[in-house]
């Protein structure tokens, strides 16, 4: 009876959390979501088990289903990208197989299949997630060993990022990862290590390395010497042997990339001096003559200000709150046409007629001196695993075009994610409760673009942004005070 009534609450309950075909990996806050309700899920459902057959209870749930412990927090469980990666692998395992265990003969506790299925990360999440950790590995250059270091995968787990790696023939990767692969294969493991060998000499021929080629070739057959397969792919190869590797390594790497890894930032190194700090009060505006803002001028041209301590603490957590049921994978505007992208990794949804994104807009009219007739709702966002959003400029070269970029950071990043603008060679780095300002338009309404700007990838933590954007339309009488020199 009291399963009866535990699940009929599940049920309701889930249908709000999750609907089909829901994607997880493009937003780490959604996997930590997904972690919550598994544990939840699973208590309800061992009850439900017991009541079958108490004889059952501990062969039909193997002992890892039921480390889904109480005391560890989903937020803090995701926060390492290659966790979250392994988290997903490990959920969908155990629901398929908790699935198949209820069609087999635990049919009394079948209503738990129809709260399951939406759950299910699906096999694109899988390989989203280990295509945001191949990002991490190019734009950081890591090792996987360095990836790895706080969350290790084991060779199952590493294989199947090789595999993603390879089919974006991303050879150097995929073959880093086959050989992580390999040196943790046990008898467990599912991947085989003929199949490694076989990978690791495609992978490391694609690149160009062809005595190494031959050599995890020449392995392979070692192995097994009645593979035919193997033996024709030995001879291709030593008869290549003769041509110089004409394959050139890739080390070509973007001014984006360098500013991610921190190993340029003009910002440090020349235009100190023009940079400054003061408080504001939004040119004299009444509501911030008592409660001045803590303005920052982060970069001159063009001129990219941060204020500090633009939104309460109760304020971001209520925007997350909110956004959280609604988020769906963010989407890329250009040319007229809309669709999510690789090159745009997070979840996000427009938020308006609530009361909080009213009075963060009021703050964002006080503080710019613009007008917001004519501005966005506030759009939030949260990064998936490796989550970046690569180079754009946010101007959609229209009429009545967004004139200014209004970007708050709701959470901190413990590392990676910073905002880089390659153009002029400065990276800004996400502070909770600060927001970014810069203008994508010169004043004569051209693009300036030199703010083209990217997210970079999430290295460790859940990132959360809110961004608005200011139009045109309706600042023909103000004159901006804040950026005085705006040209
Ligand atoms: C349920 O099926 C599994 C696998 O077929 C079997 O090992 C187990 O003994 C079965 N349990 C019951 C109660 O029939
Ligand atoms: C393989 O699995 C068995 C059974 O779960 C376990 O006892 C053993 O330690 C595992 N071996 C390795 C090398 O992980
Ligand atoms: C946000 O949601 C959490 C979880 O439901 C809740 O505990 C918290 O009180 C909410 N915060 C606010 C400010 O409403």
Known sequence: MAVKELSVFMVCFWI???????????????????YGNTKDLLKVFSQCVDAENVETTKSVLPNHLLSYSDSENPEEAVRDPVAAYRLLRQMRNDFMYIVKRIQLNLTRCEEYQNELDPMIPQLEDLDGAASGLIKLQEIYKLHPEDITKETSLNADEAFNVGLVAYDEDKFQHAFLWFLYSLDRLTENSTTTEEELLRFLSSSVYHFGSLSVAIYFSQRLLNLDPSNDEARVQLNRLLHLQSNPDIFPLNTESSNY??????????????????????????????????????????????????YHDIISDREMEILKNISRPQLSRSEVYRSG????????????????????????????????????????????????????????????????????????????VEMGGATVFPKVGVAVHPKKGSAMLWYNLHRNGEVN?????????????NKWVANKWIHEFGQEFRSPCSLSDWE
């Open 16 to 34: 709000v959390c999750a609907d089909a075909g829901h994607e997880f990996f493009s937003s780490t806050d959604q996997i930590a979501q997904l």
């Open 257 to 306: 990339e360098a500013l991610c890894r921190g190993e340029v930032d003009e910002r440090i190194s020349k235009r100190q001096r023009a940079l400054s700090c003061r408080y504001s009060t939004g040119g004299g505006n009444p509501r911030l003559m008592y409660a001045p803002v803590k303005e920052e001028v982060e970069w001159d041209e063009p001129r990219i200000i941060r």
């Open 337 to 412: 046409i809309t669709k999510p992208l690789k090159l745009r990794v997070s979840q996000s949804v427009f938020l308006s007629d609530d009361p909080v994104e009213a009075g963060v807009s009021q703050r964002i009219a006080d503080v710019t001196g613009l007008s917001m007739e004519s501005a966005e709702s506030l759009l939030v966002q949260n990064y998936g695993v490796g989550g970046a959003f690569e180079q754009h400029i946010d101007a959609l070269e229209i009429e009545n075009d967004r004139i200014c970029t209004f970007l708050i950071y709701l959470s901190d």
């Open 449 to 461: 673009w030199n703010t083209e700007h990217a997210g970079c990838p999430v290295l460790m933590g």
